[in-house]
């Protein structure tokens, strides 16, 4: 095995999860995405890797045999419904690209598996059948698996995100993977988190709002193609920010400048807003990841990605595993 592990990602978005993967010293061999704006933001940060833009329902690896056997097969896929909503004409779809994953366990036979999803996924009642769907056909190709839900926040995300994993093995390195244990001490507030961008065009109370933004972010979502202009999530995310003095209805072009006055006001119309640069810092992104596209689309890449330093933690322990020698 050489010294950095091959991967290939589909459903790759902004690149959160692979270039989390690229941190714990993975390199993709091929990533996998349908929408053209995506596909423009991995060029743009990495020219040189290997960029399909694709749909996943109609992706042929033997066409690419540089996908095939491969050290990890990794997809942060759309929120799958529960099954009681499967064959609804707007909910199915998420369930085809599951399935179209699994189906490419079969074809690539990575020798490791990372799903992202929702947390219920991961420990619902309610996605049993899915789960012994995707249960049964890895144990036939010879895979240990564990589902598990993780909390972005322990990872140094400011942003309670709990995130629902599957990690499978081929069975003569199952037995050495372990979750990843939380790497942050303690959870980081948005107002710190923001503390410097906030200041940075000479707003004067940026320290004092920073001082009463204590929580960490609510979950950052995506939301639809089809829906209208990005906000910040439903009613009750909008609370939680507001108590943070945001207005999470929608997003600001830029960060207060010095000549901006802070309102201190209890309606939310009213409160400041904050920028996709910003809603990128609360995803973890490292500064220098250009998110390309409209301001809208630029968020919802931000809004659906999963943060790197999740996906670094999950491919270090991913990694560990491969390099055992550990044996059933």
């Not at 003095?245 to 006055?261: F, K, S």
Request: glycine fraction near 8%.
């Amino acid at each position: 095995m050489t010294d950095r592990l091959g991967f290939v990602d589909v459903c790759s978005g902004a690149g959160g999860l692979a270039s989390g993967l690229e941190s714990a010293g993975f390199s993709p061999m091929l990533l996998l995405d349908n929408k053209r704006q995506a596909c423009d933001t991995l060029l743009a940060n990495r020219p040189q890797w290997n960029v399909v833009c694709e749909d996943l329902l109609d992706f042929l690896p033997d066409e690419y045999p540089e996908a095939l056997d491969v050290d990890l097969l990794s997809a942060g896929l759309p929120r799958v419904k529960a099954s009681a909503a499967v064959g609804r004409a707007d909910s199915d779809q998420e369930l085809r690209l599951l399935t179209a994953t699994i189906c490419l366990v079969h074809s690539i036979q990575p020798r490791a598996l990372l799903l992202e999803n929702l947390p219920a996924l991961a420990e619902s009642p309610a996605y049993v059948d899915i789960r012994s769907f995707v249960e049964a056909e890895l144990a036939h190709l010879g895979y240990g698996f564990c589902w598990f839900v993780l909390n972005a926040a322990d990872f140094g995300v400011p942003q309670e995100r709990r995130q629902g994993i599957l990690v499978a093995l081929k069975k003569q390195w199952f037995h050495a993977f372990a979750p990843p244990e939380p790497t942050a001490a303690e959870h980081v507030p948005v107002g710190r988190a923001l503390r410097r961008s906030m200041g940075s065009r000479g707003w004067r109370d940026a320290d004092v709002w920073a001082a009463q933004a204590l929580a960490v972010a609510p979950t950052l979502v995506g939301g639809s193609d089809n829906r209208g202009g990005a906000d910040l999530g439903p009613s009750g995310t909008k609370r939680a920010w507001a108590r943070m003095g945001v207005n999470a209805g929608a997003l600001a072009d830029e960060v207060p400048g010095a000549e901006y006055v802070w309102p201190h006001a209890d309606d939310p119309s009213q409160m400041l807003k904050i920028t996709v640069d910003q809603a990128a810092l609360l995803q973890s992104f490292p500064p220098e990841w250009r998110i390309t596209g409209r301001k809208t689309a630029r968020y919802r890449q931000i809004g659906h990605a999963t943060p790197p330093p999740v996906g670094r933690a999950l491919g270090a322990a991913i990694a560990t595993a491969l390099r055992s020698s550990v044996r059933p």
